[in-house]
């Protein structure tokens, strides 16, 4: 099933929560919503959700108005973050509640109910708690439930809402990996809202990063990492270092040093904002002519790169991620005089000069 938002506002009173949104998820899609709290990406699910009503645009499923459609024949499924399993009910149950409120007529029978909640179970992993009731539980086993019970009515569409949001950073890693897994064989259309921007380039096909209400950016992981379209969305998607500097001749100058910026041309001088990953610094400890003076204020080799802060004879802290084996070659520790030169830059943009 494919979705397609057409210039959708959406406002809380005179509050836009969704402004002039159109977005189109091709069938089988896993999308990643991202964006700061309040964005608007749960009025954004429950609007396609069809479980609240937007004041101009159209959502259409599979080409055909969705308006015309109720919430429960929309074929949607979904898992939020505190989507409470029936307490009262075991696993089964839970799994199996779905089915066993259809209408008589297009009801399976006792044994094909049981059948398709035991492939869900062998699916999620969970065989063994079928008997249990959700307190006794770990959060990650529930959220599996939930998903379980989503997918048990054979949904067109899943929308996660920080489905993994409760859960503690191992659990979290685990069912994400699943949760790719999952989407790979059964390539049901998902739309999956988070605020981790880790998990959003992890898991989804493309993100779309939204901010007060409207999609800033939609692209691949790659794409919005490597080619932000301004600041906001790069300083959203993983540390970055910022500078304010002065163009000239293809240098950047920071204070008094002149830096030479690979890839930049300036027809003339002016004043730019210079936004660097940690990974594009390059590190020395003898002068190469063209980088900043820093000290070495903190060396943390614990993980796959190395993090080292420094702070620079004017004052800046620079956040630099280095290689376990460049930290091996530059033996550098706490309190070290090091230069820092530019192997490249992520973004620039360009800031107006005072008449
Ligand atoms: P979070 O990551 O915190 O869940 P979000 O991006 O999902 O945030 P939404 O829940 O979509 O954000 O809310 C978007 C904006 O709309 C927020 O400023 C919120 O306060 C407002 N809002 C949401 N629901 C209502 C409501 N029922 N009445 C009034 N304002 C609302």
Redesign the pocket.
């Known amino acids: 099933m494919s979705i397609e938002l057409k210039h959708v506002n959406k406002k809380?009173?005179s509050?836009k929560?969704l402004d002039d949104v159109s977005l189109k998820i091709e069938n089988g899609e896993l999308i990643a919503l991202l964006?700061?709290?309040?964005?608007?990406?749960?009025?954004?699910?429950?609007v396609v959700a069809g479980l609240d009503a937007f004041d101009e645009g159209q959502v259409l499923f599979s080409g055909r108005d969705a308006q015309d459609q109720k919430t429960r024949e929309r074929g949607v499924g979904f898992v939020f973050q505190h989507y409470a399993l029936f307490r009262h009910m075991t696993v089964f149950d839970n799994i199996a509640f779905g089915l066993n409120v259809l209408p008589r007529n297009i009801r399976p029978s006792r044994e094909e109910i049981r059948a398709k909640v035991m492939e869900l179970l062998h699916l999620i992993q969970l065989e063994w708690v079928s008997e249990r009731y959700p307190w006794q539980l770990s959060g990650g086993q529930r959220q599996r439930i939930a998903l379980a019970r989503a997918l048990a009515v054979r949904p067109k569409v899943l929308l996660l809402?920080?489905p993994f949001g409760s859960l503690d950073a191992h659990v979290r890693k685990e069912l994400r990996a699943w949760l790719r897994r999952f989407h790979d064989e059964f390539h049901i259309t998902t739309i999956f809202?988070t605020?981790d921007q880790e998990e959003a380039l992890e898991v989804a096909d493309r993100i779309v990063v939204?901010n007060r209400?409207k999609l800033v950016q939609v692209g691949t992981p790659e794409d919005v990492f490597h080619n932000p379209v301004n600041s906001f969305v790069l300083s959203f998607l993983g540390n970055v270092n910022f500078f304010h500097c002065r163009l000239e001749e293809g240098k950047a100058v920071i204070g008094n040093t002149a830096l030479e910026v690979p890839g930049l041309s300036v027809d003339h001088p002016q004043s730019a904002k210079l936004y660097v990953r940690p990974n594009q610094f390059q590190l020395s400890k003898v002068f190469t002519g063209s980088a900043l003076k820093a000290v070495v204020e903190y060396v943390n080799p614990a993980g796959t790169i190395v993090k080292v802060n420094l702070k620079t004879e004017s004052g800046e802290l620079i956040l630099v991620e280095i290689t376990q084996e460049e930290l091996k070659r530059l033996k550098i520790k706490k309190q070290d005089e090091v230069y820092v030169s530019l192997k490249d830059v992520t973004y620039s943009e360009y800031v107006q000069d005072n008449p």
């Open positions: 809380f009173g509050f929560a964006g700061p709290s309040g964005s608007g990406k749960t009025t954004l699910l429950r809402d920080e809202v605020h939204m209400g």
